[in-house]
């Protein structure tokens, strides 16, 4: 009979199926944690980069997002309002005259759909670049408008006049000389009255075709706002940008290689400043923080500009960043002196164009002179700035770094300067003419999509992740309580137990149901 003082221990059948168990509920447990908590994000997350790549590329034209991409008029595109508010000039005989200052009534707006159209794309270096035509043209919608802008006239400062005078050498006395002969002999005058449709898109100025004579090929309108009437008339006036698609490099996801086939442009003060650099501010790199400074090229400015994270806002019940424009970017050389690119030598607030636009005396800024030096709105009456409604921000996704709501608002304002003879006593002013609202929103049926794609891959992830590791710590778990209820039952009901019980009870060295066989003294 076996003896377990002398005979060496047998391990029982269950005692080995116990091993076996706890063994496999240890392997599969720290798998599914491994799994879960490792390979597991780095799969999926790997699986969602390459969904996200084949959602935002757009290398052919059968790419699923071209459409869209290509033409903003469909019936279920994200439409673009374009709203103009204009400044009419209610005192404009004392303002000539020197005795008082402009006061200025703003009218408006006047909302027009801003449509859209891409076309003639070409996608080089194996669809790693984009190339196309944008036609634009823009449609009057009375319903949100206050006014009928083929019907309001309004009083503003002569932007042509001002373009010529600067082209002549306004600013010397023989300049001033010889623009007062040009501007008597084509009666033009240092105001102008307009409809607000010819005011923003155009109207034939007769000293520019005065000017057109003497040049051929100087325009004879100067719109604030291109309004282009055909593909032919786009193809015929404009020239290609390209994009990268991000199609090797998702980072590189719609930024700018060339606007208006040009990488580099002449109108700035250093090459850093002229270099083409940044998106359309449509779409960024995914993964976008609020600890990124995003830049993004504004064609109506000729530079780019940069964007920081202000707070988080919900649209659609989706969670966006928004993005306000640097400060630094309106400052002046005082606080930033790389702005001397940028020729910003005057108070904050405002940024020269004079450069871009042929030395027309035209600088840009907020509505209502928002964050400008306070020398502005004195010079004026009728400013009344607001953050609300004069600031431009962009909302961005951050998953996937598309925009999905945006505002711009900039303001278009004219030096004015004394005339040697035809104005000798006017005030030297910058005056508003008029300040631009482009707006867009995504709609509840993108943002369906969106929520029903990324957001629900995204919840499978986190769900997925955190399933795993909590079911692999539970096998563990259930491993040592296994373990620890096979090991009780051993003791107590194998045979040899059994046995060992007897030989203590007969040599009476106590209850052996407080002892292990392995602790009992011989």
Known sequence: ??????????????????????????????????????????????????ALKQTLVISS?????????????????????????????????????????????????????ENVIKFNFSF???????????????????????????????????????AVRAGLGGDTWWGNLAFDVVASMTNATLLTEQTVRDLVFGYNDTLLEFVSKL????????????????????AQTTKYDTFYTGQSDLSQIMQYKEWQENTTLTVWGSDEANTVYGTDASQFAPGTSDADQLVAFVDTLFRKVDFTANYTIEVEGITLWRFGLLVADFANVTYIPSNAAYYAFGPIG??????????????LSKPHFLDADQLYRDAVIGMEPSYDLHNTYIDVEPTIGTTMQATKRLQLNVRVAPQLLLYPNVTETLVPVVWFEEKATINSALAGTFKGSVYLLQTIVYYAK???????????????????????????????THYLRQRLATEGRGDPDDRSPLLVNR
């Open 350 to 363: 405002v940024l020269n164009l004079t450069s871009a636009q042929s030395g027309a005396p035209v600088f």
């Open 466 to 496: 955190w399933v795993g590791i909590i079911g692999g710590a539970g096998l563990i778990a259930l491993m040592l309580i296994v373990m620890v209820a096979l090991r009780v039952h051993n003791v107590r009901k194998d045979p040899d």
């Open 1 to 50: 009979m076996y003896d377990p003082y002398v005979d060496e221990p047998k391990v029982s059948c269950g005692r080995k199926r116990c091993t076996w168990v706890c063994l496999w509920l240890l392997l599969v447990g720290a798998c599914l944690v491994f799994i879960a908590g490792f390979l597991g994000p780095f799969g999926l997350n790997k699986y969602f980069q390459i």
């Open 61 to 113: 034209t059968d790419s699923p997002g071209f459409a869209a991409f290509a033409d903003n008029t469909q019936a279920d595109s994200v439409p673009i309002w374009f709203s103009a508010y204009v400044w009419n000039l209610t005192n404009p005989r004392e303002f000539e005259l020197g005795l008082e200052k402009p006061k200025l009534n703003e009218v408006g707006p006047y909302v027009f759909r």
């Open 215 to 234: 040049q051929p090929g100087t325009p004879i309108q100067a719109p604030l706002q291109v309004n282009l009437t055909s593909k032919d008339n786009t």
């Open 124 to 162: 080089p270096d194996n669809g790693n670049e984009m190339r196309y035509l944008t036609w634009k043209y823009f449609v009057y919608d009375p319903d949100q408008s206050i006014g009928d802008p083929y019907v309001d006239r309004v009083t503003t400062v002569n932007v042509p006049f001002q």
